[in-house]
């Protein structure tokens, strides 16, 4: 059997620790320990910790001033972790393992290092070896030095591929119509959630104007079946408008006198038992998109009702006054609110309003956008030309412009929220909704979408 296979790597730089000159006597990657914060036998909160260990090697070559070099390497290499986790800038360091069993060698980031000689360093010094103990400390995890590519589903292919999934800027009936992809659960290997790297390549043949940027990952709410849009005249009492340029050719119009103090319910719209169970207590960012602009200085706010009489609200979103966008954000909501995982009785989403004066609201679709696992960024003011690619980089925290001819970045993106994660072995779902540079959001919109991760363990 082939001997397991250690080394440190920063940029170009391989400093061997199993082979060549360095004698590996002794290492177990450590599992990371969890650092949980809670009340009682209530649990809030839990992180992995860095990990801290040693390996033990042997250091051996023609001369004491080889070995010496070969100590001075990986001093180097320290101070170089060193500056990059202070400074967030130049090459990360990795201690890379390839286990004798493995096919593949996994890589895990270095915070910290140190050598030292062992209590008798200089015994053998005559012979030209030294036994030395090298203290790392690292991410707490380990993730593959290779990059996969995810193959992604929708019914614009009907079959996961890679390479590009075409999707819309909405999400209906019709087919290919879908602002989402599907990865296949066989697909996420590890046992760690994983950063994605997201790729939108503008493929319409023209330039884009893009402002705001929401991306999602449903990992864990039915992510084949769960009903992530609303459609704004699914309810039998508003007026529902025929148009073209909206979700499923309609649009839901709400009429009004005046709009005191929020107390007219002017949409309703029911969140079935199948719903909320799937949504099993999740927290979704509702975005609404509105078919036409919304009345100037009109205050809006969401809530969640009962169904059945007497009717009373379970949860009351914020007041959101309309920007004059097509595409709002009307805050965070428990489905159903203050509950986790069971089945549950039908509840309904209420938006009322204020607003002096006759009036009208019409409005698309909702956007049920599961909020543990989102990226909301923003494009600070340029547009996107043809086969350029806007990237949200989850491993390195970064959101950038790819030039289609010359492959630089162009970093134009405020970047919000948290990283965006594969669940290991789990089925799930990737949403993407954006709207344009001037407020306008044109549903007819493609993209065409890639995602990459690597997959992460725990230890062997």
């Given at each position: 059997m082939a001997p397991h296979v250690l080394s440190l790597q920063i940029g170009a730089t391989n400093i061997p620790l199993s082979a060549t000159d360095a004698l590996l006597l002794d290492y177990v990657p450590q599992t990371a320990a969890l650092s949980v914060t809670g009340q009682g036998t209530e649990v809030y909160e839990s992180e992995r910790?860095?990990?801290t260990e040693s390996v033990r090697l042997w250091l051996y070559a023609a001369t004491g001033a080889l070995v010496q070099a070969k100590i001075a390497a990986i001093e180097r290499f320290?101070?170089?972790?060193a500056r990059r986790q202070r400074t967030r800038s130049g090459d990360r360091g990795y201690l890379y393992i390839q286990i004798s069993s493995d096919t593949e060698t996994w890589r895990s980031e270095i915070v910290s290092a140190s050598v030292q000689a062992g209590y008798d360093g200089l015994r053998h010094w005559a012979n030209n070896g030294v036994e030395v103990l090298l203290i790392l400390t690292r991410r707490p995890y380990w993730e593959t030095v290779a990059e996969r590519e995810l193959p992604l589903d929708n019914t614009s292919v009907g079959a996961k591929a890679t390479g590009g999934v075409i999707i819309y800027n909405h999400d209906d009936a019709t087919t290919g119509h879908d602002n989402w992809v599907t990865v296949a659960a066989v697909d996420v290997a590890g046992n760690l959630p994983a950063p994605l790297r997201l790729r939108?390549?503008?493929n319409t043949g023209g330039n884009v104007g893009s402002r705001n940027f929401y991306q999602a990952s449903n990992a864990h709410f039915a992510p084949a079946t769960f009903a992530h849009v609303i459609e704004g005249e699914s309810m039998a009492w508003i007026t529902q408008v025929v148009d073209s340029n909206s979700s499923a050719g309609y649009f839901g119009r709400a009429t009004w006198t005046t709009l005191i103090a929020h107390a007219v319910?002017?949409?309703?719209?029911?969140?079935s038992s199948a719903v909320l169970t799937a949504a099993a207590g999740g927290f979704f960012r509702v975005l609404v998109r509105f078919a036409n602009t919304p009345p100037t200085g009109i205050e809006l706010q969401l809530h969640v009702k009962?169904?059945?009489?007497?009717?009373?609200?379970l949860w009351s979103g914020p007041k959101v006054t309309a920007t004059g966008t097509l595409l709002q954000d009307m805050g965070v909501v428990q489905l159903p609110p203050g509950v986790a995982a069971g089945t549950y009785y039908d509840l309904l989403l209420v938006l009322t309003g204020e607003f002096t004066g006759t009036s009208q609201l019409d409005i698309d679709f909702l956007h049920l956008t599961p909020a543990d696992s989102s990226r909301w960024f923003r494009q600070i003011g340029y547009q996107i030309p043809n086969l350029d690619a806007v990237e949200n980089n989850g491993p390195e925290e970064r959101v950038y412009e790819?030039?289609?001819g010359t492959g630089q970045l162009s970093y134009l993106y405020e970047v919000y929220n948290s990283t965006i994660y594969a669940w290991p072995n789990r089925e799930q779902r990737l949403y993407f909704l954006h709207d344009g540079d001037t407020g306008g959001m044109n549903i007819a919109q493609t993209w065409s979408v890639r995602a990459w991760y690597r997959p992460r363990r725990n230890t062997l």
């Open positions: 910790q860095l990990v320290s101070e170089d972790v939108l390549t503008n319910d002017m949409f309703k719209w029911p969140l009962t169904s059945i009489s007497p009717i009373f609200a790819i030039d289609a």
